[in-house]
């Protein structure tokens, strides 16, 4: 694909006229939100770290790989924690 919609109306686009047809989708779903567009690149990998923090101190952090291609995945991701 060349470009993904996240959010409620999230689509994926593979050209121009698809892309116009999924912006139009999503201005019905909200015209108040703007519109995440995130471009795909083939091949990639996505690597992510997460973290969680108290009283403004981290307490732990992680750092993960997704196992689908990057750009895929609309928030349920699968993840793997490298060795």
Not at 7 to 30: F, I, P, T, W, Y
Not at 61 to 76: K, R, T
Request: proline share 5%; hydrophobic share 45%.
């Amino acid at each position: 694909p060349s470009y993904v919609l996240s959010g409620a109306a999230m689509n994926v686009a593979h050209n121009d006229k698809q892309l116009r047809a999924c912006l139009d989708e999503a201005a019905e779903v909200s015209q108040e939100h703007p519109v995440v567009i995130s471009d795909f690149i083939e091949g990639a990998v996505e690597i992510e770290m997460d973290g969680v923090g108290k009283d403004g101190e981290l307490i732990a952090a992680a750092i993960h790989e997704h196992i689908e291609n990057a750009g895929v995945h609309s928030g349920d991701a699968s993840l793997v924690l490298p060795p």
